[in-house]
């Protein structure tokens, strides 16, 4: 099952960031795209608009609604905010979908980004969707975790409440045009700072490619219902910081040292078996996309 994004409305929150803004420029030029954030750069609106899309204004935390537009085809909830102040990133994020959800709650379908970040610790154990929720990213982010298991309670509610039919996706590592966190360990080995990592090695995840993330974007929106799909959404493979760091050296000869922490996020690699029955496995080969990255962000680095 499938949805076309071709002559859509869509809202899409977030568009400035990491992974929203390569959904964006995908989606411009076949949709109707309104693009929310608050724009603290003006030049970043003039780039949607350059583009073609509509960007506004909002802060989802407190700001007014009354530009959004109430009727789009599909919303895709991108926006994070993680200020490490609790009252703020607790209302923009999870009161802030709740708002967003009523006001649009004519949509065919509400897609909400959240994150593997929501799972407690597990070891090696492939997270499923049932496994435990957790404070798992309070060392660097203090007020991550909580804010995202905040937002996917108050998402539920009001797709229960008001009939409004949601997909959940719990995005592991994104990468590709943007950097992620690869491209940051990549920086942190250039500049010799150390990397953490749980003592329990491997630390294993599922990057996933802005292509693949992209192309299951409209499995995700069929996926929707008022009871709520919730999914883990990485890349097929799974692939540890010490693979991917290893690898980052091939390419570029910078050496990662890794610093053990056991407060460290540690392994979250996540069982595929819903999404792949949902939207199908992934494409891009790891080491095909981080080479990519490289060759795109820093080519003067590949074969140091
Ligand atoms: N990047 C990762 O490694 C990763 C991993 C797992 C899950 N995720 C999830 O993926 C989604 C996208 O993350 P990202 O890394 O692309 O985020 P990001 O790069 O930090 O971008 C955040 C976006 O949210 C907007 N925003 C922040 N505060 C806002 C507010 N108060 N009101 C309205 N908009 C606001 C920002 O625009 P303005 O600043 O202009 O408002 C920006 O467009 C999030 O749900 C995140 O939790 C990301």
Redesign the pocket.
């Known amino acids: 099952m499938t949805v076309e994004l071709k002559g859509k409305r869509i809202l899409v929150?977030?568009?400035?960031?990491?992974?929203?803004?390569p959904l964006v420029e995908a989606l411009a030029p076949h949709n109707e795209v309104f693009a929310?954030?608050?724009?603290?750069?003006p030049e970043?609106r003039d780039a949607f608009t350059a583009i073609g899309a509509h960007p506004i204004a909002?802060?989802?935390?407190d700001?007014s609604l009354d530009a959004v537009p109430e009727d789009p085809d599909y919303v895709l909830?991108?926006?994070?905010?993680?200020t490490g102040d609790w009252a703020?990133d607790l209302r923009?994020n999870a009161e802030?979908v709740g708002r967003l959800m009523l006001h649009c709650r004519r949509a065919r379908a509400f897609l909400h980004?959240?994150?593997?970040?929501v799972y407690a610790y597990g070891g090696h154990e492939p997270r499923t969707e049932d496994s435990p929720l957790g404070d798992n990213h309070r060392v660097m982010l203090p007020t991550?975790s909580i804010s995202?298991i905040a937002a996917e309670t108050v998402a539920r509610f009001t797709a229960h409440e008001f009939g409004i039919p949601t997909t959940i996706a719990?995005?592991?590592?994104?990468?590709g045009t943007?950097g992620?966190?690869p491209w940051y360990h990549l920086l942190m080995m250039q500049n010799g700072v150390p990397i953490e990592v749980h003592p329990e090695r491997p630390n294993v995840y599922n990057p996933l490619h802005e292509r693949d993330c992209l192309a299951k974007i409209p499995g995700l929106l069929a996926a929707a219902t008022p009871e709520v799909t919730t999914v883990n959404f990485g890349g097929s493979q799974a692939v540890a910081i010490e693979q991917w760091c290893a690898y980052l050296q091939e390419l570029t000869g910078f050496e990662p040292v890794f610093r053990e922490n056991p407060e460290a996020f540690g392994s979250l690699q996540i069982d595929t078996t819903r999404m792949h029955a949902l939207v199908g496995p992934t494409t891009v080969d790891w080491k095909d996309g981080m080479r990519e990255m490289v060759q795109l962000l820093a080519p003067q680095l590949l074969g140091n």
């Open positions: 929150t977030g568009p400035t960031g990491q992974v929203g803004r929310l954030a608050r724009f603290g750069k970043d909002v802060d989802l935390a700001g909830n991108f926006a994070v905010m993680k703020y923009a802030g980004c959240s994150s593997t970040a991550y995202k719990r995005l592991s590592v994104p990468y943007r992620g966190w």
